[in-house]
């Protein structure tokens, strides 16, 4: 018992001292032991969140000397049953507090345990990048335990993570990725980092995961090799074909030359056979080379479109001109009909498109061995796009059924059998398949055994430009009569007179012309007769004006080899001639334009004939290193009368070009020669005339190169005009006399 205080007794007062801590002992004590277990549970737990040692170490302090006070705290005597109330309810209290810890240790152990398990590295770090925390998987890359790396920065361990400005954490935090390099005892190992940085209060945390993509990063790398690799390949293969292209064509080009030659002079039948052998051979030689060559280029990957504004309709004259010699050697008809409608210019790659024709045109004489092809050129919409149609009809054998899918595969042909007449690689049709795919186009053909083959290709019109306008009715109120025996040429030029508002009859000779004037006689307004059905003579026009033809102009559609028969017709009656193949504003110009017989000469140029040489002959200049090509060209230069001067290199042909008193009309220059090649020696030449004000000379280019890309690359260069070879004679004296007149 505590003493009563002495002046508490005199004044009748019990000792409040003793007495209120008597009171207050229980209710103190209670709260201490509380506040103690609660400052040690705060400790622990910044303990395990890695808090400052010191912090931890004073809050340690300070929950272990609450409850050392609150033990001190005796209980009062009238209390005892309230204090031992208190104590349990506290005791209780930190039993539920230490359940508490107890469950968020076991917690926090399953939480590193997952990590550990996770088998991706995760690391912890401050806001200073000093690891708290890593896994296993850093562990074994380290080779080290965990302990040696807290406290430690990953750039100390060789990670190069970069470090996120505070600036980063605007909004609280903040997700990155990249991928990261590790270098570990077994080599280089590529992670996949993804971390998050959050803000709390004025400290900044790093938790980030980072997973091993190292076979993924090999993956790539090998694919980016693979792919290197393969694109050398291709250039490899694409300067290979492009040299193998030169240097066959080279040969090639000496062979078929000096046969047409040969072919001009004085030979006996059985020499002139032979010559003819060596010609169609070469031909199908070179036609076979070429198709393997198109077909490698396709296999190789070098199949490249260079689309750009082209003219449809010079395109495909140009293209059925160019085939017309084979059709006239089989005596077959060859007509074009360009639909009135059809654009001047569209947007497509002219060299492939040329290539698609060639090989349907080509395809198309060599199985008609009677009658007739056709090129038609019409507007059509195509997958619900505006497009054109180039459609080519044959009279050959047909095709059956089973074949019309087949003859589009690689090395398939019609006829398959040991008998087959026409041979053949089997190539054209799926080159031409693969060149229209690309144009974003398609090929489709229509056949039946016996009925011939229709085969039509749909290019998307692009960037059409120039619609003809005025022309549908040109020759409205015309009736125009065509006598010809090739009945698809004579219905081309029938197509062309009603395209314009005119009506056309085709009378395939003179018989059946005859029936006609029998049962009335015949006015028509203009009248075209095939220059194959005129005798000797040249009186079939006047044998039927005496039985009743009544016309008002009188045209002979003639071929290359009935120019010299122009006077005869002239003199008996007709106005002006149509050199076959006909091109349709030819025909339209002519019939428009009412002549005299003698305005026949005067119009030869409109009608197609080539000019004729100037007295004298061209001054040319030849620069070509190959002695066969050089000789070829001397040879079917002198013969047209030309003067011709020769130079092996291009510096050579420099020399000659760049002085004041130079006199020549044509230049044909080589693009492969020693010293200086061809394309520098235009550019030198074209800088020179820019220099000193001269006019340009027209330089003609003579190429074993037949790509786009090349012929693209001498134009650009100041060439004047692109030649292939092997050189066809007469083509390159009327590319030499039409720039020269130009």
Request: negative net charge; charged residues 25%; glycine residues 10%.
């Amino acid at each position: 018992m505590e003493p009563e205080d002495p002046e508490d007794k005199r004044e009748g007062r019990p000792n409040a001292g003793g007495g209120l801590r008597r009171v207050l002992a229980p209710v103190y004590g209670a709260h201490l032991v509380l506040f103690g277990f609660a400052v040690l549970v705060v400790g622990g737990i910044a303990h395990l969140t890695g808090a400052a040692p010191l912090l931890i170490f004073l809050l340690l302090l300070l929950g272990l000397s609450a409850l050392t006070l609150a033990v001190g705290l005796p209980p009062a005597d009238g209390n005892k049953e309230a204090s031992i109330g208190n104590a349990s309810s506290a005791e209780q209290m930190v039993e539920a507090l230490a359940d508490r810890m107890s469950e968020m240790q076991e917690s926090e152990q399953r939480f590193y345990n997952l990590l550990e398990a996770l088998g991706d590295l995760v690391v912890h770090r401050d806001g200073e990048g000093r690891i708290l925390y890593a896994n296993r998987i850093l562990c074994e890359l380290m080779e080290c335990v965990a302990a040696e790396l807290v406290g430690k920065t990953l750039p100390q361990l060789g990670i190069d993570v970069g470090v996120l400005p505070d600036a980063a954490f605007a909004d609280g935090e903040r997700l990155s990725s990249n991928d990261v390099a590790i270098q570990t005892k077994n080599g280089l190992r590529w992670f996949a980092w993804t971390e998050l940085s959050r803000r709390e209060g004025a400290s900044v945390s790093h938790w980030a995961i980072a997973r091993d993509i190292t076979a993924r990063k090999r993956a790539e790398t090998a694919l980016v090799n693979a792919r290197e690799r393969a694109e050398q390949a291709s250039f490899a293969k694409s300067r290979f074909l492009a040299t193998v292209s030169h240097e066959i064509r080279t040969p090639m080009n000496g062979i078929m030359g000096m046969a047409t030659l040969l072919a001009d002079t004085r030979l006996s039948a059985e020499q002139r056979t032979y010559i003819g052998a060596i010609s169609t051979s070469a031909s199908a030689l070179l036609a076979l080379i070429e198709d393997l060559l198109d077909y490698s280029k396709i296999e190789a990957g070098r199949l490249e479109l260079e689309p750009q504004p082209m003219s449809v309709r010079e395109l495909v004259e140009g293209v059925v001109e160019l085939m017309a010699a084979r059709a006239f050697a089989k005596k077959i008809g060859l007509g074009c009909h360009i639909a009135p409608d059809v654009p001047e210019t569209m947007l497509a790659d002219p060299g492939r498109l040329r290539q698609i024709l060639l090989n349907l045109l080509g395809n198309a004489i060599k199985f008609t061995e009677e009658g007739g092809v056709l090129v038609t050129v019409t507007t059509a919409t195509h997958d619900g796009r505006p497009a054109l149609s180039f459609k080519v009809d044959d009279t050959g054998p047909g095709l059956e059924r089973n074949s019309l899918s087949r003859i589009f595969e690689e090395f398939e042909q019609a006829d398959t059998s040991s008998t087959r007449k026409h041979g053949g690689a089997g190539l054209g049709l799926a080159i031409t398949r693969r060149l229209v795919n690309a144009m974003e186009g398609a090929i489709t053909v229509d056949s039946a055994p016996g009925e011939g083959a229709a085969f039509a290709v749909f290019v998307p019109l692009v960037e059409p430009e120039g619609i003809a306008a005025g022309t549908r009715a040109a020759l409205k109120g015309w009736e125009v009569a065509i006598l010809t025996p090739h009945v698809v040429e004579g219905e081309a030029l029938a197509m062309t007179v009603r395209a314009h508002g005119g009506k056309a009859r085709v009378f395939d000779g003179e018989k059946s012309a005859l029936a006609l004037l029998r049962r009335r006689k015949a006015g028509f307004d203009a009248i075209i007769i095939d220059a194959s059905l005129e005798n000797e003579m040249g009186d079939l026009l006047g044998r039927l004006r005496r039985n009743g033809l009544r016309a008002g102009q009188a045209l002979t559609l003639i071929a290359p080899t009935d120019r010299g028969r122009l006077a005869r017709f002239r003199a008996n009656g007709y106005n002006a001639f149509i050199a076959r193949p006909a091109r349709d504003r030819t025909l339209l110009r002519l019939l428009l334009n009412a002549q005299q017989p003698d305005q026949m000469g005067a119009n030869e140029d409109l009608a197609g004939a080539s000019p004729s040489p100037q007295p004298g002959g061209l001054k040319i200049l030849v620069a070509e290193d190959n002695e066969i090509n050089a000789m070829l060209a001397r040879a079917a230069l002198y013969k047209a009368g030309h003067s011709v001067s020769m130079v092996s290199n291009g510096r050579a042909a420099v020399d000659a070009l760049t002085h004041a008193g130079r006199d020549y009309d044509v230049v044909l220059m080589d693009l492969h020669m020693p010293v200086l090649d061809g394309f520098d020696a235009i550019l030198q030449i074209r800088r020179y005339e820019e220099e000193t004000g001269l006019p340009p000379v027209p330089i003609l280019v003579l190429s074993a190169d037949g790509q786009e890309k090349t012929r693209h690359n001498a134009l650009a260069h100041g060439a004047t005009g692109f030649v292939t070879k092997p050189l066809d004679p007469d083509r390159l004296l009327s590319a030499l006399e039409m720039y020269a007149a130009a």
